[in-house]
């Protein structure tokens, strides 16, 4: 009997499980590898885009704010109250308030302060990979602006543009900018220059301490000397005056010429709010001939003051710093309140206080002071002491009453 033999020989391998695992991690790896790279194919590297968002954050955002501040989105047209972490995109429209002003950093290290009442638009915003070439556009579209420009590389360009006018700063250069309510512009050049072109076509450069004019039809008016703001010398900042026996006190409003420029006269004006608006202004005195004004029946509160020159030709100069001074009483021993004060970590020693007090009472931590909105809110950005874990905030109301609280500070 003979023996059929298999066609096929089957040898058997003895496989252990460690190595089936490990075989079957490989294959998942693989398979996620191929759908990563089918990914980035398709839809491009996503952190790339991040990286490039976060470059725009740190290019332009704001560093101080001030009052009621507002950002339109360019994308969506949706309106936001401005944060000290609120990016600032090309398209994007920055509105200040009545009580509202805000400084913001470019990608080229210049500094553009938006004073109140004023709308600008951020038209670019840009730098090349290299960070050689910037390119910083922006559009007045109403109020008034300062702007500091640093150091330039070969390329840069820097650019405030309004209905009238085109103005390109030099390296290192300060200059005010201004739409007023009429339908006219002024340029103010204090260091450096400014190339500016009209829409009438008119060239011209202002170098500094030069002035100009610019009509509603974009005609250039007399190039000026600039005439500078005065010097507040008294009451000075944070000066406290007693009521008399009528319980009202008087104030000498003193200051010092112009250090340039020739004015013809000065107006004063006297408020119960820093931003000087409508409704807080307690004195208004144009055509001041003296340095000094005499102001009387002033119940106990907090006052701010500021003056500005007028030239013969017209020229307005840039109001004086505002200086605050306190009448009061000489306090009644109430405590003054602080509610919801909280602090909010931005970065470094930068740290954003909120809070609501009494309206109209002062909020002073260190060397930075704010008064409390007509509902009671505050915000004040602060930079801490270093190694610090909490800071003394300081309430003053219009009687001279005086608290003080602790306030501990968290980065988390």
């Known amino acids: 009997m003979s023996t059929k033999q298999n066609r096929f020989d089957l040898e058997w391998w003895v496989v252990s499980k460690r190595s089936i695992y490990l075989l079957v991690a490989l294959g998942v790896v693989a398979a996620l590898a191929g759908a990563v790279a089918l990914y980035v194919r398709a839809y491009g590297n996503p952190f790339g885009g991040a990286k490039t968002n976060s470059d725009e954050v740190a290019g ?7 009052g009621e501040v507002r950002v339109v989105r360019a994308a969506t047209r949706e309106t936001v109250a401005a944060r000290s972490d609120t990016p600032l995109n090309p398209g994007d429209v920055v509105q200040t308030q009545a009580d509202g002003r805000a400084r913001i950093l470019f990608v080229d290290g210049s500094t553009y302060f938006v004073r109140p009442n004023s709308v600008i638009q951020i038209r670019d915003n840009t730098t090349t ?12 579209d109403r109020g008034q602006i300062n702007v500091r420009t640093e150091a330039q590389s070969e390329g840069t360009s820097n650019v405030v543009e309004t209905r009238l006018t085109e103005s390109k700063l030099t390296a290192e250069t300060g200059a005010s900018i201004g739409v007023n309510d009429n339908n006219t512009e002024e340029i103010r050049v204090t260091g450096g220059a400014i190339e500016t072109a009209t829409r ?13 004019a610019v009509n509603q039809q ?21 000066e406290k005056i007693a009521v008399g026996a009528n319980g009202a006190g008087a104030a000498r409003l003193r200051w010092q010429r112009p250090v340039s420029g020739a004015p013809a006269h000065y107006r ?19 055509q001041l001939g003296a340095t000094e004004f005499q102001i009387g029946d002033l119940r106990p509160s907090v006052y701010f003051w500021h003056v500005r020159a007028i030239a013969s030709s017209g020229q307005l100069s840039e109001w004086s710093e505002p200086q605050k001074f306190i009448v009061a009483a000489g306090g009644t021993g109430e405590q003054v309140p602080i509610a919801e004060l909280a602090a909010e970590y931005v970065a470094g020693s930068i740290y954003l206080v909120r809070g609501r007090a009494g309206a109209g009472n002062s909020v002073r931590i260190g060397d930075r002071e704010v008064i409390a909105t007509s509902d009671g809110s505050f915000q004040l950005q602060i930079n801490a002491p270093p190694n610090s874990n909490e800071i003394t905030v300081e309430a003053e109301d219009a009687q001279g009453n005086k608290s003080q609280y602790r306030l501990p500070l968290r980065k988390a």
Do not use: C, M, W
Request: aromatic fraction near 6%; glycine fraction near 12%.
């Open 218 to 238: 974009g005609g250039i008016g007399n190039r000026e000397r600039l005439l500078g703001a005065p010097v507040a010398v008294a009451p000075r900042n944070l």
């Open 268 to 286: 004063v004006e006297v408020a119960t709010s820093p931003f000087f608006v409508q409704a807080g202004k307690v004195v208004e005195r144009d």
């Open 60 to 66: 332009a955002r704001f560093i101080s704010l001030e």
């Open 129 to 140: 990979d290299d960070g050689r070439r910037t390119n910083v556009r922006v559009h007045v």
């Open 200 to 212: 009438g076509g008119e060239r011209t450069t202002l170098r500094a301490g030069e002035y100009i």
